[in-house]
C-alpha cells in the first residue's frame, strides 16, 4: 500500500470518528440549528438524558456525553434549545451523574448522526 494512501486512510478514520462524538454548540436562532432540542423537567419525559463533560476527549458517541464548544465550528452538532417542548426534535433532561446518561427513544438517535 502507498504510504501517503495509509496517512490518508489514517487521517479519513479519525475525521470520522470525531465527526459523530457529541460536541455541541448552542445557537442564537432556530435556523442556525441542525437540532432544536427542549430540556424537560422530569428525566421520564425526555427523549435523551444528558451528561454535561468537563473536557472535550470525554464527549461520546451519540450516547448523551456533551461537551459544549466555544466555536460552532468545533462542534459535531449545532443544537438551539426551544422554549416550548412542541418546537423541539429531540427532548432532553440534563442528569447529574455520568452513569444516567442515554437514550430513552432510540427512534430519535438519527438527529445526532
Same mark, same amino acid.
Request: proline fraction near 1%.
Given at each position: 500500500?502507498?504510504?501517503?494512501?495509509?496517512?490518508?486512510?489514517? %487521517?479519513?478514520?479519525?475525521?470520522? @470518528?470525531?465527526?459523530?462524538?457529541?460536541?455541541?454548540?448552542?445557537? *442564537?436562532?432556530?435556523?442556525? @440549528? *441542525? &437540532?432544536? &432540542?427542549? &430540556?424537560?423537567?422530569?428525566?421520564?419525559?425526555?427523549?435523551?438524558?444528558? %451528561?454535561?463533560?468537563?473536557?472535550?476527549?470525554?464527549?461520546?458517541?451519540? *450516547?448523551?456525553? =456533551?461537551?459544549?464548544?466555544?466555536?460552532?465550528?468545533?462542534?459535531?452538532?449545532?443544537? %438551539?434549545?426551544?422554549?416550548?417542548?412542541?418546537?423541539?426534535?429531540?427532548?432532553?433532561?440534563?442528569?447529574?451523574?455520568?452513569?444516567? @446518561?442515554? =437514550?430513552?427513544?432510540?427512534?430519535?438517535? @438519527? %438527529?445526532?448522526?
Amino acid at each position: 500500500m502507498i504510504p501517503g494512501f495509509r496517512l490518508f486512510l489514517l %487521517f479519513l478514520l479519525l475525521n470520522t @470518528a470525531s465527526a459523530s462524538a457529541q460536541k455541541v454548540f448552542s445557537v *442564537d436562532y432556530a435556523s442556525q @440549528a *441542525d &437540532v432544536k &432540542v427542549f &430540556v424537560t423537567d422530569y428525566a421520564s419525559q425526555a427523549d435523551l438524558l444528558v %451528561f454535561k463533560v468537563s473536557y472535550e476527549s470525554q464527549a461520546g458517541k451519540n *450516547d448523551g456525553l =456533551w461537551f459544549f464548544t466555544k466555536h460552532a465550528s468545533q462542534a459535531g452538532h449545532k443544537v %438551539f434549545f426551544t422554549e416550548y417542548a412542541s418546537q423541539a426534535d429531540v427532548l432532553i433532561h440534563f442528569v447529574k451523574y455520568e452513569s444516567q @446518561a442515554g =437514550w430513552k427513544k432510540k427512534e430519535k438517535q @438519527a %438527529f445526532f448522526y
